[in-house]
């Protein structure tokens, strides 16, 4: 299978590639090396696929690049490149997101229209629902995203049901929610989480603690991406990791594995859903969608990655491993 990421040099879009050159697909990684954040991280991300066979990456805006010629020979597209980030999608910032969210999709919806791949998958969000009238929540729901990042990510979802339904070209729109695991964002809190516990700094708490996630192990993700992309079904699905849990809930867990976390408590900031939960009996009728990795391996693969890369690179001293190793079945 030839397959193009976009979005590859990211956290989801990286391990995505390395899953795809597991599972003996050609791979043509794109990514334009935003600076939402340091991108020597994303250096390091690609630097795990650079040389493997069948991996071939090119830097570039999607809102720049010959899509059409950079796409003709994939079988599947995935989308995942974006301007992520809830907090900072508020205003003049929104421009950006408007531009890599809603107008890269576009752009590339328009180059797949004559020709069309097997498959586009989109990296859709749970950000879409905002707050939800139904929990565990279904895609019938109507979406109301409390944030200008919702919004533009429904944006995007919305034209790949548009491309879908008056061009047929077959997308499918996979709604993530909250992924981690290994190489998270930095931005995004359990890898901060982590780095507090790690350093003595202060973590800022939002809210009471007790809003929840379906927190998603991103290998979780890049099975179901490539199980959607294989199938023959199109359209929006949630794609959860089955288990709500509470802040709290995590903090206990990084204060098992790391060591005690210094808490500094901030008012819950506008953008937050207080819950996020998904139903995923669409998934797991379409594409046989299980997620297979809970919160508790799942944190643990993801402290043990950091301790390892930081000896790995000897960034820090005094860094234990988490007591469990890696997840099973992951
Ligand atoms: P990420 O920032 O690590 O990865 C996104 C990548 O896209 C970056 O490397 C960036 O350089 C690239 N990019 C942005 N605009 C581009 C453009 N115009 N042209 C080419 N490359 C561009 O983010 P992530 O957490 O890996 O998220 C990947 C996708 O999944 C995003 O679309 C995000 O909205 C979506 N998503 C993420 C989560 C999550 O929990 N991380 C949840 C739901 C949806």
């Given at each position: 299978?030839?397959?193009?990421?976009?979005?590859?040099?990211?956290?989801?879009?990286?391990?995505?590639?390395?899953?795809?050159?597991?599972?003996?697909?050609?791979?043509?990684?794109?990514?334009?090396?935003?600076?939402?954040?340091?991108?020597?991280?994303?250096?390091?991300?690609?630097?795990?696929?650079?040389?493997?066979?069948?991996?071939?990456?090119?830097?570039?805006?999607?809102?720049?690049?010959?899509l059409e010629?950079?796409?003709?020979?994939?079988?599947?597209v995935?989308h995942?490149?974006?301007?992520?980030?809830?907090?900072?999608?508020?205003?003049?910032?929104?421009?950006?997101?408007?531009?890599?969210?809603v107008l890269?999709t576009q752009r590339l919806l328009e180059a797949a229209r004559s020709s069309p791949p097997h498959k586009i998958?989109y990296?859709s969000?749970?950000?879409?629902?905002?707050?939800?009238?139904?929990?565990?929540?279904?895609?019938?729901?109507?979406?109301?995203?409390?944030?200008?990042?919702?919004?533009?990510?429904l944006a995007g979802e919305h034209l790949c049901e548009l491309y879908r339904t008056a061009f047929a070209v077959p997308t499918a729109s996979?709604?993530?929610?909250?992924?981690?695991?290994?190489?998270?964002?930095?931005?995004?809190?359990?890898?901060?989480?982590?780095?507090?516990?790690?350093?003595?700094?202060?973590?800022?708490?939002?809210?009471?603690?007790?809003?929840?996630?379906?927190?998603?192990?991103?290998?979780?993700?890049?099975?179901?991406?490539?199980?959607?992309?294989?199938?023959?079904w199109t359209g929006v699905?949630?794609?959860?990791?089955?288990?709500?849990?509470?802040?709290?809930?995590?903090?206990?867990?990084?204060?098992?594995?790391?060591?005690?976390?210094?808490?500094?408590?901030?008012?819950?900031?506008?953008?937050?859903?207080?819950?996020?939960?998904?139903?995923?009996?669409?998934?797991?009728?379409?594409?046989?969608?299980?997620?297979?990795?809970?919160?508790?391996?799942?944190?643990?693969?993801?402290?043990?990655?950091?301790?390892?890369?930081?000896?790995?690179?000897?960034?820090?001293?005094?860094?234990?491993?988490?007591?469990?190793?890696?997840?099973?079945?992951?």
């Amino acid at each position: 299978m030839r397959t193009a990421v976009t979005g590859a040099a990211g956290f989801i879009g990286s391990h995505l590639c390395g899953h795809l050159l597991d599972s003996g697909d050609e791979v043509l990684g794109i990514d334009a090396m935003t600076e939402y954040y340091d991108p020597r991280l994303k250096e390091r991300n690609l630097a795990r696929l650079r040389g493997r066979a069948g991996f071939t990456f090119v830097r570039g805006d999607l809102l720049a690049l010959p899509l059409e010629l950079l796409l003709a020979s994939a079988d599947v597209v995935y989308h995942l490149a974006g301007e992520p980030g809830v907090r900072t999608s508020w205003g003049p910032q929104f421009d950006v997101y408007l531009r890599r969210n809603v107008l890269a999709t576009q752009r590339l919806l328009e180059a797949a229209r004559s020709s069309p791949p097997h498959k586009i998958v989109y990296a859709s969000s749970s950000s879409v629902y905002g707050n939800a009238e139904h929990y565990p929540t279904p895609e019938t729901v109507r979406p109301q995203p409390v944030s200008p990042y919702g919004v533009s990510k429904l944006a995007g979802e919305h034209l790949c049901e548009l491309y879908r339904t008056a061009f047929a070209v077959p997308t499918a729109s996979l709604r993530l929610f909250s992924v981690y695991g290994p190489r998270q964002r930095p931005d995004m809190a359990f890898a901060r989480l982590i780095e507090a516990a790690r350093t003595g700094a202060a973590f800022p708490l939002y809210g009471d603690g007790r809003q929840t996630r379906d927190f998603t192990f991103v290998q979780d993700v890049t099975t179901a991406m490539r199980q959607a992309a294989l199938s023959s079904w199109t359209g929006v699905a949630n794609v959860g990791g089955g288990e709500q849990v509470s802040m709290r809930q995590v903090l206990a867990l990084v204060g098992e594995f790391v060591g005690p976390v210094r808490i500094a408590s901030l008012p819950a900031p506008p953008g937050d859903a207080r819950h996020t939960g998904a139903d995923t009996t669409v998934a797991r009728d379409a594409f046989g969608y299980r997620p297979r990795t809970g919160i508790r391996a799942g944190l643990a693969a993801m402290v043990e990655d950091a301790v390892a890369e930081d000896a790995l690179l000897g960034t820090r001293t005094g860094a234990t491993a988490p007591p469990s190793a890696a997840p099973a079945g992951t």
